[in-house]
Every structure is written in C-alpha cells, then in structure tokens.
C-alpha cells in the first residue's frame, strides 16, 4: 500500500532552521507532484511547497522566501530545506503525492518554533 512517512519536525528557535524529508513507498514515484502542506488548528491546509515530476517547484507565498524544496527519485524522498523559522510557522506539516484523480497524505509531522 501507499505511504508517505515524514521526518524532521520538532522543536526548534526562532531564526533556526529544519529539514523535513517525506518517503515515499507503494507508488510511482516519478510520476507524482510532491508536495508540503501545513495545517493551523482549524484552518484548511496550505501549501508550503511543491515540485513537480520535471522539477519545476512552487512555494505558497508565506514561505517562498525562506524555504526550499528537492526530490530525489532514486531514494522516492521528498525534502524541504525551512530557514529563518518563525513561531508563526509553529503547524503540523503534512507531505503530500499526487496525481490528476489521485492523492495521498502523510500521517503529519509536528514543527514548534519557540520564541
């Protein structure tokens, strides 16, 4: 079955800096947009950023400045470089694959930016 198991998140200081990676198993890799997502309690999910299969990457507009997506077919492993962290961006951060028709989600993984 699918799964995406992400990596990464935890407790870090305001002006710190994380990596979150996301493996992927189960799919197509190649073939699927990747992506990162967050989630504030009872708000929708927004996009951090995405990349496509071709490499092209896009960036929700909070984060495009500090923030950098990679993919790594040969291992199907997502990652996002997260710099210059706020406590604003304290959210469960959600990886995402997919494809017209079809979508998977990650089980999430908490980021804590302290002050």
């Known amino acids: 079955q699918v799964q995406l198991v992400e990596s990464g998140g935890g407790l870090v200081q305001s002006g710190g800096s994380l990596r979150l990676s996301c493996a992927a198993s189960?799919?197509?890799?190649?073939?699927?947009?990747m992506g990162w997502y967050r989630q504030y309690p009872g708000k929708a999910r927004e996009l951090v950023a995405s990349i496509s299969p071709e490499g092209e990457t896009n960036y929700g507009d909070s984060t495009k400045a500090r923030v950098t997506i990679s993919r790594d077919d040969a291992l199907n492993t997502v990652h996002v470089q997260m710099n210059s962290l706020k406590p604003e961006d304290t959210a469960v951060y959600y990886c995402?694959?997919?494809?017209?028709?079809?979508?998977?989600w990650g089980q999430g993984t908490q980021v804590t930016v302290s002050s």
């Open positions: 189960g799919l197509t890799f190649n073939k699927f947009f």
């Open positions: 995402n694959a997919a494809r017209p028709g079809l979508y998977y």
